[in-house]
Protein backbone atom coordinates (compact mmCIF):
# COMPACT_ATOMS: atom_id res chain seq x y z
CA UNK A 1 0.00 0.00 0.00
CA UNK A 2 1.38 3.04 -0.62
CA UNK A 3 2.10 5.21 2.01
CA UNK A 4 1.50 8.86 0.52
CA UNK A 5 -2.77 9.75 0.46
CA UNK A 6 -4.22 10.74 -2.70
CA UNK A 7 -5.46 13.86 -3.75
CA UNK A 8 -8.80 12.42 -2.57
CA UNK A 9 -7.54 10.93 0.74
CA UNK A 10 -6.16 14.22 1.36
CA UNK A 11 -9.12 16.08 1.33
CA UNK A 12 -10.84 13.43 3.75
CA UNK A 13 -8.23 13.62 6.03
CA UNK A 14 -8.48 17.56 6.50
CA UNK A 15 -12.02 16.97 6.93
CA UNK A 16 -10.90 14.12 9.98
CA UNK A 17 -8.39 16.30 11.05
CA UNK A 18 -10.78 19.41 11.49
CA UNK A 19 -13.08 17.70 13.30
CA UNK A 20 -10.66 16.75 16.11
CA UNK A 21 -10.98 18.54 19.29
CA UNK A 22 -7.69 20.19 19.98
CA UNK A 23 -6.90 20.81 16.29
CA UNK A 24 -10.80 22.59 15.41
CA UNK A 25 -9.10 25.78 15.60
CA UNK A 26 -6.29 25.60 13.36
CA UNK A 27 -6.44 27.91 10.37
CA UNK A 28 -6.59 25.77 6.55
CA UNK A 29 -2.70 26.43 5.65
CA UNK A 30 -1.96 24.37 9.22
CA UNK A 31 -3.90 21.50 8.38
CA UNK A 32 -2.92 21.49 4.96
CA UNK A 33 0.94 21.61 6.35
CA UNK A 34 -0.47 18.30 8.71
CA UNK A 35 -2.41 16.47 6.26
CA UNK A 36 0.89 16.58 3.84
CA UNK A 37 2.90 15.14 6.34
CA UNK A 38 0.38 12.24 7.33
CA UNK A 39 1.78 8.84 6.74
CA UNK A 40 -0.70 6.06 5.94
CA UNK A 41 -0.44 2.97 6.97
CA UNK A 42 -2.60 -0.70 6.41
CA UNK A 43 -3.91 -3.39 9.56
CA UNK A 44 -5.29 -6.38 9.13
CA UNK A 45 -7.67 -7.74 12.06
CA UNK A 46 -5.72 -7.92 15.17
CA UNK A 47 -2.92 -6.79 13.68
CA UNK A 48 -0.56 -4.58 16.20
CA UNK A 49 -0.19 -0.58 15.78
CA UNK A 50 1.35 0.49 18.55
CA UNK A 51 2.51 -1.95 22.19
CA UNK A 52 2.37 -1.03 25.51
CA UNK A 53 5.57 0.58 26.84
CA UNK A 54 7.20 1.23 23.21
CA UNK A 55 8.33 4.92 22.85
CA UNK A 56 5.76 6.76 20.84
CA UNK A 57 6.35 10.44 19.13
CA UNK A 58 3.36 9.80 17.00
CA UNK A 59 -0.67 10.91 17.04
CA UNK A 60 -2.56 8.36 15.39
CA UNK A 61 -5.74 9.15 13.39
CA UNK A 62 -8.23 6.20 12.90
CA UNK A 63 -8.93 7.05 9.22
CA UNK A 64 -11.30 4.49 8.06
CA UNK A 65 -11.69 0.91 10.74
CA UNK A 66 -11.85 0.14 13.95
CA UNK A 67 -9.07 -0.42 16.92
CA UNK A 68 -9.44 -2.12 20.58
CA UNK A 69 -7.26 0.21 23.21
CA UNK A 70 -5.86 -3.15 25.66
CA UNK A 71 -4.30 -2.69 28.84
CA UNK A 72 -1.40 -5.00 30.52
CA UNK A 73 -1.65 -5.16 33.73
CA UNK A 74 1.07 -7.85 35.04
CA UNK A 75 -0.55 -11.32 33.37
CA UNK A 76 -3.82 -9.33 32.75
CA UNK A 77 -4.94 -7.96 29.36
CA UNK A 78 -8.29 -5.67 29.57
CA UNK A 79 -9.74 -3.85 26.76
CA UNK A 80 -10.62 -0.33 27.64
CA UNK A 81 -12.02 1.30 24.71
CA UNK A 82 -12.81 0.96 20.85
CA UNK A 83 -12.09 3.95 18.89
CA UNK A 84 -13.59 4.16 15.59
CA UNK A 85 -13.46 6.56 12.41
CA UNK A 86 -11.94 9.92 12.85
CA UNK A 87 -10.97 9.14 16.53
CA UNK A 88 -7.66 9.16 17.84
CA UNK A 89 -4.63 7.78 19.98
CA UNK A 90 -1.55 9.01 21.24
CA UNK A 91 -1.71 12.90 21.45
CA UNK A 92 0.54 12.68 25.00
CA UNK A 93 3.34 12.06 22.79
CA UNK A 94 2.92 14.77 21.20
CA UNK A 95 4.28 17.33 23.83
CA UNK A 96 6.11 14.88 26.28
CA UNK A 97 8.22 12.34 25.00
CA UNK A 98 6.33 8.79 26.68
CA UNK A 99 5.96 5.48 26.16
CA UNK A 100 2.63 4.23 25.28
CA UNK A 101 0.30 3.56 27.93
CA UNK A 102 -1.47 0.68 26.16
CA UNK A 103 -1.68 -1.93 23.01
CA UNK A 104 -3.31 -0.92 20.39
CA UNK A 105 -4.70 -3.54 18.05
CA UNK A 106 -6.84 -2.92 14.69
CA UNK A 107 -10.58 -5.38 15.13
CA UNK A 108 -10.51 -5.17 11.42
CA UNK A 109 -9.15 -3.95 8.69
CA UNK A 110 -8.34 -0.43 9.46
CA UNK A 111 -6.67 2.52 7.91
CA UNK A 112 -4.58 4.64 10.37
CA UNK A 113 -2.92 8.07 9.85
CA UNK A 114 0.11 9.16 11.63
CA UNK A 115 1.62 12.82 12.11
CA UNK A 116 4.80 12.99 13.74
CA UNK A 117 5.46 15.19 16.65
CA UNK A 118 7.69 17.20 14.91
CA UNK A 119 5.58 18.07 12.48
CA UNK A 120 2.83 19.18 14.89
CA UNK A 121 5.14 20.95 16.77
CA UNK A 122 5.70 23.44 14.01
CA UNK A 123 1.86 23.86 14.29
CA UNK A 124 1.54 24.14 18.02
CA UNK A 125 4.26 26.57 18.03
CA UNK A 126 2.55 29.37 16.38
CA UNK A 127 -1.13 27.92 17.62
CA UNK A 128 -1.30 28.63 21.75
CA UNK A 129 -4.98 27.87 21.33
CA UNK A 130 -4.37 24.25 20.03
CA UNK A 131 -1.68 24.05 22.45
CA UNK A 132 -3.75 24.68 25.46
CA UNK A 133 -6.75 22.70 24.04
CA UNK A 134 -4.46 19.58 23.53
CA UNK A 135 -2.91 20.05 26.94
CA UNK A 136 -6.61 20.27 28.50
CA UNK A 137 -7.42 17.21 26.41
CA UNK A 138 -4.77 14.69 27.91
CA UNK A 139 -4.98 15.84 31.55
CA UNK A 140 -8.63 14.48 30.92
CA UNK A 141 -7.78 11.41 29.34
CA UNK A 142 -5.25 10.85 32.35
CA UNK A 143 -7.90 11.57 34.58
CA UNK A 144 -10.56 9.49 32.79
CA UNK A 145 -7.71 6.35 32.67
CA UNK A 146 -7.04 6.91 36.38
CA UNK A 147 -10.69 5.69 36.46
CA UNK A 148 -10.58 2.27 34.94
Known sequence: MEKYLTDQEKS???NLLKRIDFMSGLPDPDI???VGTLEKNAYKPNQTIVFQGEISSKLYVV???MVSIIVRSGQ??????ELKTGDYFGEISLIEPTTASATVKA??????CAITCENFKRILEKNSNALEALKNKIAARKEASKSK
Open 12 to 14: YAK
Open 32 to 34: DFL
Open 63 to 65: CDG
Open 76 to 81: DKKKVA
Open 107 to 112: EQPTIV
